[in-house]
């Protein structure tokens, strides 16, 4: 009874946790990619392999799903602003040692540290996303992940031109580091002291409707993660370009995201649940279609674009729903659906991989294309 009392005389979220849902999510994306431009140095100081360095990245994803269901747990017991102010904290902790460890032991103990503090950002971030997205009684999610994308081209970019300008990479972390402080303490004020409605077990399977829609982010995220990387070996491998270049497939699948995310929210008041999925499913499958099947690079780049633009409202909108289903509270929900996603990101890429080794890299691409498929097909399940 006090719980329900407590929960009646909360104040309603407004714009000011609207902005700073936006600041939390841009620090996520922000943290994440800003440790892509470090990934050369830290192989060349922990001198592994390229097998090597596959396997260490991976303790930065097992951290993430270590500490997932973890995060939602707390986030019900002591609330979003002290999960995320924590967990944001072990991040810059933790950052500037990835650019200065060379022990491999030490190297994949701060991945998993990292992997651990962004995982549970991740989880809280969307927690509170859904509560102050159904207290304004309006779309806003598909804005909040377009901050996250926003924050990743800024930590990529960012980082990127200070290696360039001669900076040392442990000077780079500290200014990625001074810029999360900064906003974060420009948004913890305004962070929700409280998480989801009921609290639970650390961990629960998800099932019914919950699973349903962890499925469907297994196959967004594993989409994602397939463009990241793989769509440089496809247009430097089958279509002849420069390495030099090669990335300017995912550049295009990351700004097209970004800019469909950011106007994500009129188009989802416009459209609803079941059509967004449906059209954005059946317009990413045709953006790997155009890729594969059109013999030139930049009928290849259009089509990595095509993908971003159809992939980059469906995430939003499943966080929507699962924060409109009963089956599962959504502290409980949010963490299942995410680690199904995180396990899409991990083990996509190397699927990908184990088919082209079989056949060759488009058919790769096509599988993905035909799951894509699956997800327009399945959008009708979902109601508005």
Request: aromatic content about 8%; hydrophobic content about 55%; proline content about 5%.
């Amino acid at each position: 009874m006090a719980s329900v009392l407590a929960t009646r005389t909360r104040a309603a979220p407004g714009r000011p946790e609207q902005i700073a849902t936006r600041i939390v999510f841009f620090i996520a994306g922000f943290g994440m990619s800003a440790w892509a431009p470090l990934v050369p140095f830290a192989k060349a100081r922990a001198g592994v392999s390229d097998g090597g360095l596959g396997l260490l990245l991976l303790s930065l994803g097992i951290g993430s799903i270590i500490a997932m269901p973890l995060a939602g747990a707390l986030a019900a017991k002591l609330g979003c602003r002290r999960v995320i102010v924590v967990s944001a904290v072990v991040m810059c902790a933790v950052l500037p040692a990835l650019a200065l460890v060379s022990s491999l032991p030490l190297l994949v103990a701060a991945l998993v540290l990292f992997g651990a503090g962004l995982g549970a950002v991740d989880v809280v971030m969307n927690i509170q996303a859904i509560i102050v997205e159904r207290a304004s009684g309006r779309a806003l999610m598909s804005g909040f992940h377009g901050c996250f994308s926003l924050g990743t081209i800024a930590g990529a970019a960012g980082v990127t031109v200070l290696l360039s300008a001669g900076s040392s990479p442990g000077f780079a972390t500290i200014v990625v580091v001074a810029g999360i402080a900064a906003a974060l303490a420009v948004a913890a004020p305004y962070l929700l002291p409280y998480g989801g409605e009921r609290e639970g077990p650390a961990f629960a399977v998800p099932h019914g409707v919950v699973l349903f829609i962890g499925g469907l982010c297994f196959v967004l995220f594993l989409t994602e993660g397939a463009i990241l990387d793989w769509s440089a070996v496809f247009l430097t491998s089958t279509r002849g370009v420069d390495p030099s270049r090669a990335g300017v497939g995912y550049a295009a699948f990351a700004l097209a995201m970004t800019s469909g995310r950011l106007t994500g929210d009129r188009i989802m008041q416009g459209f609803g649940t079941t059509r967004i999925i449906g059209y954005g499913g059946l317009c990413a499958s045709a953006g790997f279609a155009v890729a594969t099947l059109l013999p030139s690079w930049p009928a290849a780049v259009l089509g990595f674009a095509l993908v971003g633009v159809g992939c980059a409202n469906i995430v939003p909108v499943l966080f929507t729903s699962v924060g409109r289903q009963t089956v599962m509270p959504e502290n409980l929900a949010v963490p299942a659906m995410t680690v199904l996603g995180y396990a899409g990101v991990l083990a996509g890429p190397a699927a990908i991989g184990f088919v082209a080794q079989a056949t060759n890299l488009s058919v790769a691409f096509l599988s993905v294309a035909l799951m894509l498929i699956g997800v327009a097909a399945s959008g009708y399940l979902l109601r508005k």
